[in-house]
């Protein structure tokens, strides 16, 4: 699509379609700005085109005020996200990413709600060293951020771990097939010879995505019921694996989920995806290409805020999608087949499936570090080193170190122990269930403490849940420092929205399942007030609940706020 057909379609194309189309297939000029000494950041154009490359420039929020005064550059650094299919690393990646984190970064790993690892403080001049050491891993970062298919997304669940490995499969193959194809990546970071030039034609160099790629993110995930640990109706595209007699029939499409908004402007939302029909597995790439090149033809490009899938959808509706779907495929899906989910959260602790063991850890909002009273990162370190299976990152930030032999369990077990890692069942069930983003202090969009704190607030209303006597009760619970939603807040029971420092929006009822949104209970309120709504709340569920009642069908049925199943309705 040129840029002359963006403007008669959505009105004049929006900075970033032109900063894409100047770029030479996400290439501009990242060489030079890398090289360039003077600098810790890079200019801001480029730090665009660097997503598409799994990339993000930040700086510490913690200093900057400090070094606005002393009329230094904020303190620049970099994130990188590598992706990392269905979440699954070998002993010998993990070891690298360690190692790299240590050497370039903050000494601390992320596991995102992706299921991918994130590296925070990364300089400038170290940026190079790290691609190349990622690589040499058989990782890369391509796409890992960028208006372009991000990480695949697949469940974790190791209980199902025979068909775990066919999904898993899967996720590589759409993540393969949804690669841009330009070589802008391997010529920056990995020396290789640049052997075509920018006269080439867009089909040639991106047979899908074209010289101006998606207008924005685009979400993939593969639930395997009953478990929705993906959350599969926040994705842009899902696929529900379908089981007949423990073997995979296909696969129920859902299109155009998504968690971001923005605050004060009610032309935006979080929305759940949708169920369009059913497909077999050999024919899900073809699927998912498809419906990539309809958002890649009708997003809007003029209006960033309006750009995912979801408003795409919501714009023309399901009956145009399914349309334009059958049209492009040359054939029809199939009726959705039955499916159920009862939980989105993970199953902590061992758990045998397909004649392996995989033990659930919890990781405290997804960071690997190491603490006073807890070497965490030390102990899976050491695992690795004598890991003979895999590790699983969950969609939940949480861990599994998976596939462990019968003879290789005592020593990981002696391990666990030495190191006193965690499955978290001595927590709470509702941190158990609870998700927080990175937020401050690197997160440039953040509002709001996120990661940080969602830890001590839980402390507080945890001494509610123990006076109410629901400690083992399980309540989903997230926390994101901005609307944007990587955490996906609007699918928490409980949710909290940050909107400035100390101050969140309070949103309650969301399924249990991940199946409903939540709704806007109390606006802008800080930690007094949170604890004071909640506490009346949770005593009343306690006290007046039916059987197996989650809480999120409770505050509805209570009257607390109303029922969410769709974003259209999200401000109403």
């Not at 059987?547 to 509805?556: A, H, K, Y």
């Amino acid at each position: 699509m040129t840029l002359k057909q963006v403007q008669q379609q959505d009105g004049p194309p929006s900075e970033m379609e032109e900063i894409k189309n100047e770029s030479n297939y996400l290439r501009g000029n990242l060489v030079e700005s890398f090289e360039d000494r003077i600098s810790a950041g890079i200019p801001d154009a480029e730090t665009k085109l660097l997503k598409f490359h799994g990339s993000y420039q930040q700086d510490d929020r913690d200093v900057r005020i400090e070094r606005n005064k002393q009329k230094l550059e904020p303190a620049y650094q970099f994130m990188i996200r590598v992706r990392a299919p269905g979440g699954v690393a070998t002993p010998e990646q993990w070891l690298t990413m360690d190692d790299i984190a240590n050497k370039y970064g903050n000494g601390t790993l992320k596991l995102t709600t992706r299921q991918t690892f994130q590296m925070h403080g990364i300089l400038k001049w170290n940026m190079k060293k790290t691609m190349q050491e990622i690589n040499n891993a058989l990782y890369d970062t391509i796409a890992a951020c960028g208006d372009v298919n991000r990480n695949v997304m697949a469940s974790a669940n190791p209980y199902q771990s025979d068909v775990h490995a066919e999904v898993y499969e899967w996720s590589k193959k759409l993540s393969e097939h949804l690669l841009p194809r330009t070589r802008a990546y391997h010529e920056i970071w990995l020396d290789e010879e640049k052997v075509v030039d920018s006269l080439e034609s867009e089909e040639e160099v991106e047979p899908i995505y074209g010289a101006q790629y998606l207008p924005r993110k685009f979400k993939i995930g593969i639930a395997v019921p009953p478990s929705n640990d993906v959350d599969i109706y926040s994705q842009d595209l899902g696929f529900i694996a379908i089981i007949e007699d423990g073997d995979l029939k296909g696969f129920n499409i859902t299109a155009g989920g998504g968690m971001g908004m923005t605050h004060g402007d009610t032309n935006t939302y979080p929305q759940l995806s949708r169920v369009i029909g059913f497909c077999t597995p050999d024919k899900i790439v073809d699927v998912a290409e498809k419906i990539l090149t309809i958002q890649r033809d009708y997003g809007n490009r003029s209006e960033r805020k309006n750009a995912r899938f979801k408003y795409t959808i919501d714009r023309r509706g399901l009956d145009w999608l399914k349309s334009e779907l059958h049209e492009r495929l040359g054939w029809e899906l199939e009726e959705e087949r039955p499916y159920t989910f009862d939980h989105n959260g993970d199953r902590y602790g061992w758990l045998k499936g397909d004649g392996k063991w995989h033990l659930t850890l919890f990781i405290q909002n997804g960071r690997i570090a190491d603490w006073d009273d807890y070497p965490l990162m030390t102990g899976l370190r050491e695992i690795a080193k004598v890991h003979t299976g895999d590790f699983r990152m969950t969609p939940n930030q949480n861990l599994i170190i998976s596939n462990v032999t019968n003879d290789m369990k005592p020593k990981i077990i002696e391990l666990v122990n030495e190191y006193g890692l965690t499955d978290g069942k001595y927590n709470s069930a509702l941190r158990r269930n609870s998700m927080a983003c990175v937020a401050l202090p690197t997160c440039g969009l953040a509002m709001a403490e996120s990661e940080r704190y969602l830890p001590s607030l839980i402390d507080k209303i945890e001494v509610i849940l123990d006076e109410a006597g629901l400690r083992e009760e399980e309540i989903v619970i997230r926390m994101s420092g901005c609307p944007n939603g990587c955490s996906r807040p609007a699918l928490g029971e409980i949710g909290f929205i940050g909107k400035a420092p100390g101050k969140y929006n309070m949103y309650l009822g969301a399924g249990f399942t991940g199946d409903r949104l939540n709704k806007l209970y109390k606006e802008n309120i800080g930690e007094e007030e949170i604890l004071a709504s909640l506490k009346p709340i949770l005593f009343q569920y306690a006290k007046e609940r039916e059987e197996n009642e989650r809480f999120g069908d409770f505050v509805i049925r209570a009257g607390y706020v109303e029922e969410v199943r769709s974003g259209l309705d999200f401000h109403n």
